[in-house]
Structure formats: structure tokens, C-alpha cells
């Protein structure tokens, strides 16, 4: 699925097209086109229905899973906490299609998908970026191909014939790299280094900035049939659960003071995001931001700012016109008179650098003209005072 940007298009507008040998081993691949590369929420819903369901559906199919009594397995899906996608998944529609087919949703903890997320941890994403940036190898389009990309750019408006080429271009390269670098054995290589698959705790939490010592490993590990049960009943882990566990927290936003179980699902740490007694709290969370929210709106102080000026005569009652701009007269302000610096003359006598001429047993500081040899009292302090300072 290649996501392009077309600032012709509206930021709620998705347009999707379907195009054979551009994919994944010569397969199908989607060109969605949005405001901005960043996609939008239609974008996000496509990709939930188009994408996410059939791959689960399809796999399956092709293994055939099932239970002993034909039910269908649990499939787990993850993916981060960003808004666009939790909004997705939340639709009642969305929700009810999960729950017929067994398809749990989960998420990874806030800013952890470099160290537990597969996909980010296996070399294929980073094969990938290096021979884009590198330019190394394209693969040429038939004509067909081209023709069929080229009918679709037509139609959508917006791009300009240099564009079109430096979008084709883009494609080939794409795809050369995805194909070269994408294998089975990179990507597998990403769950076991996380210990995703084959389950291995002791590498997952060793991929952790956190060095654990072993009684914490044992506490973890411990407390795993307690947390799995807790899951399955509830869908969440919460910092309070874990906390009665002994597990090190290391979760806390240290820009806010409220504990990570009343925020939104974003920040939570281990959840089901189609759990329906997961959905209900986030719900009442949502409507309790929202009223505390009204609430401190409400009781705020208001900004002061000018009045509106208020006309006291209608334009039709006078037939008077100005000729004449008055100029308003500016503001006067009380500026603070900067005397001159006045830099001392060399023959005046000078105050020496060392603090053997100071007189410690009187108040008085000691001046020395290397002329004459002599002291001076203070108003010649003063003095120079006065001419290197420019006070009175």
C-alpha cells in the first residue's frame, strides 16, 4: 500500500486504486491518495477493512485453523497507540466485526516499538531505507503497468507531468527494494529477537533500557499466570496491578502528575483495545476529561481585552465625510536618561590590583600615584567612580 500526498484533495478525501504487479512479489498493491503522507482517518478505516481483515482472514484460511470443535482461534493484532488508529477500531461497526471473527487488538507501550515491535527490530525496514537512499537497483514497470499508473494520476488532477514521472520512478524503486529485502527469514528474525516467537521472557526483557536484576526476572515471571488471567478478564494490565506484582514501573510520564491509569488508552501500558470492559472505561475516562474540562472553562478568569466600539450614529444620518486624517497622538513613555561613560584619565591615580595598599584598619582605600607616591582618600575613590560609571 503506497500512500501519496495530493494538496488537491480535501483533508477529509481518500481516493484508492488498485494496480496488479507493483505489490509484494508482483502482487496487487493499493495507491491511496490524501492531503497529506500522513493519511487521514478514512485513510486508517480503509486500511483497517481492506488490509488488516482479509491478511488475518486469509491466513487462516491458508493454514487452517481451527479448534477441535471448529471454532476460530484467537488472532492477536498490534499496532501503536496513535490516535487516528484507536479511533478506527473503536467504531461500533469495526468493533462488532472483531468480536464475529476473534480478533483481538493490542498495542505496544508508549515509545517502545524500536526495542518490542518485530517489524522495527529485524533488519527489513532498515535494509530497505539504505538501498532507497542509496538508489541501488530499480525495477523498470512493463508498459502496462505504466500505462495503468499513469490513467490514474490523469485522473486525479493536481500533479504536473514532472511529478507523474518522479512518482513512477518512486514506485519502481520501492518496489525493487521491498522485494530485495523483505524475506521470510529477515522478518521471522524480528520475533525471535524480541522473544515474541519462539516466547523467550528473558530476551524480551534484556531488550529493555532497564537492567533487571534476577529476583525482579523471578517477580515477572511469577506473576504471569496471575496477569494473563487478569487480561483475559479484564483486557488491561493496570500500574496498580503491576505494582502489587513488584514489577518496576518505568512507565510514568514525568511531564504529568496523574497516574497512567486515568489517562486515555495512548498511554497505557498493557491493554486490549477491543476489550468491551477495557471500552467502557475509556469511555467514561473521555467523558470525565471532557466535563472537567467544561468545568475549568467555565470557572477561569476572563482574559481582559478591549471593548468593541459601539457606533452612536447610523452612517445614513450624517452626510459629513471626513477629509482629513487625525493622526493619533502617540503614546509617551518615561524613558530613563542614560548618562555618558566618561573613561577615567591615565593620570588620575588608579586603584592597584593587589590589596596591599588597603588600610584594614580604617574604612578608606588607598590610592597610589606612581608619580608622587602618595594616598589619596575617598573622594578620590569617588572620583573615579564617577568617571568610569557616569553615576552621581
Known amino acids: 500500500m503506497y500512500v501519496i500526498a495530493n494538496d488537491a484533495l480535501q483533508p477529509e478525501d481518500l481516493v484508492a486504486r488498485q494496480v496488479t504487479d507493483i505489490g509484494f512479489n508482483g502482487g496487487t498493491a493499493w495507491l491511496c491518495f490524501t492531503k497529506t503522507r500522513g493519511g487521514n482517518a478514512a485513510f486508517f478505516d480503509f486500511y483497517f477493512n481492506s488490509v488488516v481483515i ?47 471473527l476473534n480478533i483481538l487488538i493490542g498495542k505496544s507501550p508508549a515509545s517502545c516499538s524500536g526495542i518490542l515491535q518485530a517489524s522495527d527490530v529485524a533488519d527489513t525496514f532498515k535494509a530497505i531505507k539504505k538501498r532507497l537512499k542509496r538508489g541501488e537497483g530499480v525495477i523498470d514497470f512493463t508498459e502496462d503497468v505504466n500505462e495503468d499508473i499513469m490513467t490514474i494520476l490523469n485522473e486525479m488532477g493536481g500533479f504536473t507531468a514532472e511529478k507523474k ?12 527494494s521491498v522485494v530485495n529485502c523483505a524475506r521470510r527469514d529477515t522478518v521471522s528474525a524480528g520475533y525471535k529477537r524480541t522473544g515474541q516467537f519462539p516466547v523467550d521472557f528473558n530476551k524480551t526483557m534484556s531488550l529493555t533500557t532497564y537492567r533487571f536484576k534476577p529476583a525482579e526476572i523471578n517477580a515477572v515471571i511469577e506473576a504471569v499466570p496471575h496477569l494473563v488471567e487478569h487480561m483475559r478478564k479484564y483486557g488491561e494490565l493496570t500500574e496498580a496491578l503491576m505494582d502489587k506484582h513488584n514489577i518496576p514501573n518505568l512507565n510514568s510520564l514525568r511531564w504529568s502528575s496523574k497516574d497512567n491509569d486515568t489517562r486515555p488508552l495512548s498511554n497505557q501500558r498493557a ?17 470525565l476529561r471532557e466535563l472537567v474540562k467544561a468545568v475549568a472553562d467555565n470557572t477561569a478568569p476572563k482574559k481582559r481585552g478591549r471593548k468593541p466600539k459601539v457606533a452612536t ?11 482629513t486624517a487625525t493622526a493619533k497622538p502617540k503614546r509617551a513613555y518615561n524613558k530613563r536618561k542614560i548618562e555618558p561613560v566618561v573613561l577615567p584619565d591615565p593620570k588620575e591615580p588608579r586603584l592597584e590590583d593587589n590589596t596591599a595598599n588597603v588600610d584594614k584598619n580604617t574604612e578608606n582605600m588607598k590610592f597610589v600615584d606612581k608619580d608622587k607616591d602618595d594616598t589619596s582618600n575617598t573622594s578620590n575613590f569617588l572620583t573615579v567612580c564617577k568617571n568610569i560609571f557616569g553615576f552621581k
Open 313 to 323: 450614529a447610523n452612517a445614513t444620518e450624517t452626510t459629513e465625510t471626513p477629509t
Open 271 to 287: 491493554v486490549i483495545m477491543n476489550s468491551e470492559t477495557c471500552i467502557k472505561k475509556h469511555i467514561e475516562r473521555m467523558k
Open 165 to 176: 514521472a518522479i512518482i513512477i520512478d518512486a514506485l519502481e524503486y520501492i518496489s525493487f
Open 54 to 100: 482479509p491478511f488475518v482472514v486469509q491466513v487462516r484460511n491458508v493454514r487452517n485453523l481451527s479448534g477441535v470443535s471448529g471454532e476460530v482461534p484467537h488472532a492477536f493484532v498490534y499496532c501503536d497507540g496513535e490516535a487516528s488508529q484507536i479511533a478506527v477500531i473503536q467504531k461500533p461497526e469495526n468493533l462488532s466485526l472483531l468480536k464475529s
